[in-house]
């Protein structure tokens, strides 16, 4: 596969998606065989853990393993009841970030920081008092990863740097502007919300929630990714086709990183890049 001529640094985007997550380590893989590689990495939520393991050194084929043995349990630990034991206590979450705590550690390394990493690497996080991105590129990693993971209702915020940091995505899902902020002349954009599609109506009220947040995602991409391109080729890639699956769901990890990479490895075959430009979008395709 030739690989689309980029000017460096190229900036690898991985955004938010919960279990979704799942289908960059098939982009990763895409990519690798089509010979582009990452000066650059910035993620958010679940993107800036895949993020940070890519920028500690670790290959495609490493974090496809980290992914094969992910479950829901380690994740989002304990049963029905005990997440109404959390929310009554705590009345802002149902889970601890414990389980998530102790992935970090056991894949990234107890006490690992932004400067172990071997290239520039941003964590994307939502400041809970001005409602405002904020990118992090120094200090410790774990409470960094931590904010940027921290889902509303599902985490409890984090403290970092003095402040209440929550999930990033909620305001930069997909941090474009961000890895412009931190030199890329090339953005590729691994978007896990299922890019270019939607999924099907409805009809539970988990579903329900996944459409809400997927909209409010993508919009947020349909506006960035324009402006971004307008300076700088922004190579796209696109999802698989959406599937019934909450982001809280793991059983699904090796179809959804299988079909990503497919629909990534055809899409880079096609495509030739000619300067700034949208390659490939975050919105429905027509």
Known sequence: M????????????LGGGGSLGSMQVGMLRALDEAGIKPDLAVGTSVGSLNAAVLATGDSAERLRKIWSQMTRHEAFPGGVLSQVRTLRHTKTHLFPNTGLAAIIDEHLGEGSSFEDATMPLGVV???????EPVLIRSGPLKPALLASAAIPGIYPPVEHDGKLRYDGGLVANVPMRQALAMGAKSLVVLDCAFPGQLPDRPQTFAEVMMFTAMI???NQAVLEAPVAAASVPVVYLPGPAPMRL???????????????YQSARTFLEQIAVNGPGLYGAPGLLT
Do not use: I, K, Y
Request: aromatic residues 6%.
């Open 246 to 260: 909450s982001p809280l769901d793991f059983s699904h990890t090796e179809e959804l990183s299988e079909q990503a």
């Open 125 to 131: 996080v939502t400041d809970v008092e001005t409602a």
């Open 2 to 13: 030739a690989a689309p001529h980029l000017p460096g640094p190229v900036g690898f985007v």
């Open 216 to 218: 409010s995602m993508r």
